[in-house]
């Protein structure tokens, strides 16, 4: 268990720093919506933190034992490989089950309700994405600095356009300016009035030798996208987010569309329809995982017979990391529905589960032959 928590702990990490740490540093988020974001976002990491976490504990355990003739004194006591790894089996069975109702129910409901959350924030207060004292960086190449602030109208308005290598191109500094919100587009109108603004080279921007002359204006505008910071207001659930009865009743609609609508809703059912298959059978798969992991690490824990926790580390992150690159690499598949990517999902599993299952006949084997003591061999 600890090592699922230090997995979930790395991912929750990443997810905060990626999605929210920003939006709390800059006061978009009070410290109770930030915890009830981190609990919603939480149930969707523990889906790849619980296999990974059970392979690296599995392999910790034994290779250790192993390590430290722990095996050898079990199985010359009689006990068998596929005894002494029973209860591993029993727990990462347990652990598929949990795995599949968070993937299927819990999970899908969690992540549709974390971003419902972050679109009523939008809504509530679209304006507070703009600081007085900040440097805003949140939009795609522009940096805007605001003197102050007061509900939607500012002072002392500084504007940066940047270029692929992010160097300002073009500047801008307006006395005073105002923010409005447009819902529908889910955008901010930035609108500077009197001002005035220099271009820069395009070439090098960075050579002030090449600035052309600041031209005046008494007020212009700038459209400021918040797509690029929470995604589209008009929420729409995507397949990974939905639960086991939605996929369900997509499958089955697009299905009834496949067979009496229009040729061109028919292409389009057609596409819902296998791609709901993927979603399906890409949760099934990945609740799986759980088995495939402790299937493949209790014996490679055993003849591995390392006892360092680094090393156990990295094998337990390489086994995960080309459990997730092969399912990744099918999840590209999507539209080549001859290849059935669908089912194509499973093949990481099914590879994963046959590797072990040789490793346990081979390990077990390879006890019983030197469990035969060595005169009853030369009396035979």
Not at 101 to 119: C, D, H, I, L, T
């Given at each position: 268990?600890?090592?699922?928590?230090?997995?979930?702990?790395?991912?929750?990490?990443?997810?905060?720093?990626?999605?929210?740490?920003?939006?709390?540093?800059?006061?978009?988020?009070?410290?109770?919506?930030?915890?009830?974001?981190?609990?919603?976002?939480?149930?969707?990491?523990?889906?790849?933190?619980?296999?990974v976490?059970?392979?690296?504990?599995?392999?910790?355990?034994?290779?250790?034992?192993?390590?430290q003739?722990?095996?050898?004194?079990?199985?010359?006591?009689?006990?068998?490989?596929f005894?002494?790894?029973?209860s591993?089996?029993?727990?990462?069975?347990?652990?598929?089950?949990?795995?599949l109702?968070?993937?299927?129910?819990?999970?899908?409901?969690?992540?549709?309700?974390?971003?419902?959350?972050?679109?009523?924030?939008?809504?509530?207060?679209?304006?507070?994405f703009?600081?007085?004292?900040?440097?805003?960086r949140?939009?795609?190449?522009?940096?805007?600095?605001?003197?102050?602030?007061?509900?939607?109208?500012?002072?002392?308005?500084?504007?940066?356009?940047?270029?692929g290598?992010?160097?300002?191109?073009?500047?801008?500094?307006?006395?005073?300016?105002?923010?409005?919100?447009?819902?529908?587009?889910?955008?901010?109108?930035?609108?500077?009035?009197?001002?005035?603004?220099?271009?820069?080279?395009?070439?090098?921007?960075?050579?002030f030798?090449?600035?052309?002359?600041?031209?005046?204006?008494?007020?212009?505008?700038?459209?400021?996208?918040?797509?690029?910071?929470?995604?589209r207001?008009?929420?729409?659930?995507?397949l990974?987010?939905?639960?086991?009865?939605?996929?369900?009743?997509?499958?089955?609609?697009?299905?009834?569309?496949?067979?009496?609508?229009?040729?061109?809703?028919?292409?389009?059912?057609?596409?819902?329809?296998?791609?709901?298959?993927?979603?399906?059978?890409?949760?099934?798969?990945?609740?799986?995982?759980?088995?495939?992991f402790?299937?493949?690490?209790?014996p490679?824990?055993?003849?591995?017979?390392?006892?360092?926790?680094?090393?156990?580390?990295?094998l337990?992150?390489?086994?995960?990391?080309?459990?997730?690159?092969?399912?990744?690499?099918?999840?590209?598949?999507?539209?080549?529905?001859?290849?059935?990517?669908?089912?194509?999902?499973?093949?990481?599993?099914?590879?994963?589960?046959?590797?072990?299952?040789?490793?346990?006949?081979r390990?077990d084997?390879?006890?019983?032959?030197?469990?035969?003591?060595?005169?009853?061999?030369?009396?035979?």
């Open positions: 268990m600890g090592a699922v928590a230090m997995f979930a702990f790395l991912l929750m990490t990443g997810a905060v720093v990626k999605d929210m740490l920003d939006l709390l540093a800059e006061g978009h988020l009070t410290i109770p919506i930030f915890l009830r974001l981190v609990q919603l976002r939480f149930p969707d990491l523990l889906v790849y933190a619980l296999p976490g059970l392979l690296t504990g599995i392999l910790l355990t034994m290779g250790r034992l192993s390590a003739s722990e095996i050898t004194a079990l199985r010359s006591s009689g006990v068998g490989i005894r002494l790894s029973s591993v089996i029993v727990f990462s069975i347990l652990g598929t089950f949990a795995s109702f968070v993937n299927f129910y819990y999970g899908p409901r969690a992540m549709a309700s974390f971003r419902q959350e972050k679109e009523a924030i939008i809504q509530k207060n679209p304006l507070s703009i600081q007085e004292k900040t440097f805003v949140g939009f795609s190449g522009l940096v805007i600095y605001v003197g102050e602030k007061d509900g939607d109208q500012l002072k002392d308005l500084w504007i940066w356009e940047l270029d290598e992010n160097r300002a191109k073009r500047f801008t500094r307006a006395e005073s300016g105002e923010v409005r919100y447009n819902q529908e587009e889910n955008t901010l109108v930035l609108i500077p009035y009197r001002g005035s603004f220099e271009a820069r080279d395009p070439d090098s921007p960075e050579d030798r090449k600035i052309r002359a600041a031209l005046s204006f008494e007020s212009t505008s700038m459209v400021l996208s918040l797509d690029e910071i929470f995604g207001v008009t929420f729409q659930k995507k990974k987010w939905m639960t086991f009865k939605e996929l369900q009743e997509v499958e089955a609609d697009a299905r009834a569309k496949m067979e009496s609508a229009s040729p061109e809703e028919r292409e389009e059912a057609t596409v819902r329809f296998h791609r709901a298959k993927m979603a399906f059978h890409e949760k099934f798969a990945m609740g799986f995982s759980v088995l495939s402790a299937l493949i690490g209790v490679l824990g055993i003849q591995a017979s390392r006892k360092e926790t680094s090393a156990n580390l990295f337990a992150i390489g086994l995960a990391l080309g459990y997730y690159v092969m399912m990744m690499a099918v999840s590209w598949m999507d539209g080549m529905h001859e290849y059935r990517p669908d089912l194509l999902f499973w093949a990481p599993n099914f590879l994963y589960q046959g590797i072990g299952l040789w490793l346990f006949i390990a084997r390879g006890s019983k032959n030197n469990d035969v003591p060595n005169g009853l061999t030369t009396a035979r």
